[in-house]
């Protein structure tokens, strides 16, 4: 039989073990314990940044879809009528060139002043960057300015020099003939316009840029679709099929870079430049 001293002694060892044991315990939680606030962390900061990742790309995709787009170029496929005049140009015809008050873009000579040719068409190649354009410039339209165009061909003006405006809507076409790119240059010599009330626009037609009444220069717009103009831009003949392919291309590829004029035309984004141009003998 057991003493008080044994029994003090073995009761003594029990709480012993029961206070060992609540420690052993309270260490154990404070592991899972550590463990589970960490993963619960880590969860955490996970969701964060899926939540934020999310709403960028939310945000980008919601930016994205309000950024305004460039409308669809709709183009006509029926080229209209080429005008005629309703009285013949005397045959041959005068012509007169003046020195603009802009220098020229690239050291030409102009015309010499007299009579030429209004009857009859001459073929000319284009070949661009972007593909070939043919014109048919007739003299019947405009004599002189065939005459002039003819001569800035010979002395290789247009080579190397790029379409620097394309419209894609209400005034489709393709503004070329500066060397500068800028709108601004010519060859340092204007001609009068050869312009007729009856004039219009539209598909397959090439026509003189201008900056007011009898300043034409180098500058032409070939038009592949629509175009509502006043008859103030000289007509002097008409574009290939296979040119207005490559237009078509141009047009759809749309419009990079603004210009100036505020007019939503601007420099295409498929370059075009001019890398060889030569008319028929």
Do not use: W
């Not at 070329?176 to 790119?181: A, I, L, N, Q």
């Not at 220069?217 to 207005?244: C, H, K, M, R, W």
Request: contains cysteine.
């Amino acid at each position: 039989m057991a003493t008080n001293q044994q029994r003090r002694e073995a009761a003594k060892r029990k709480l012993e073990r029961q206070i060992e044991h609540r420690q052993q315990r309270a260490k154990r939680n404070r592991v899972i314990g550590a463990a589970v606030t960490a993963g619960a962390v880590v969860v955490v900061a996970g969701l964060v940044v899926f939540l934020a990742t999310r709403g960028d790309d939310d945000s980008a995709a919601q930016a994205k879809e309000q950024q305004p787009r460039e409308p669809s170029v709709q183009i006509p496929s029926e080229r209209v009528a080429v005008p005629e005049r309703p009285k013949p140009l005397p045959n041959p015809t005068k012509c007169g060139y003046k020195d603009s008050l802009t220098p020229a873009a690239k050291d030409v000579k102009a015309p010499k002043d007299g009579t030429v040719p209004a009857r009859g068409t001459v073929d000319v190649a284009m070949e661009t960057t972007a593909g070939p354009i043919g014109l048919t410039l007739d003299r019947s339209l405009a004599p002189c300015t065939v005459n002039s165009m003819l001569n800035l061909i010979k002395q290789d003006f247009y080579e190397g020099s790029e379409c620097h405006r394309l419209g894609t809507q209400g005034l489709q076409m393709l503004q070329c003939g500066d060397p500068t790119g800028t709108g601004s240059g010519g060859p340092g010599y204007s001609f009068a316009d050869e312009t007729f009330p009856q004039l219009s626009y539209g598909r397959g037609l090439v026509a003189m840029a201008n900056s007011g009444p009898d300043t034409n220069g180098s500058q032409f717009f070939l038009v592949y679709g629509e175009a509502q103009l006043d008859p103030n831009y000289t007509v002097f003949g008409t574009i290939s099929d296979e040119g207005l392919a490559t237009l078509d291309k141009v047009a759809r590829g749309g419009i990079g870079e603004q210009g100036p004029t505020g007019d939503g035309t601007g420099k295409p984004k498929i370059p075009v430049k001019f890398t060889k141009v030569t008319a028929e003998a």
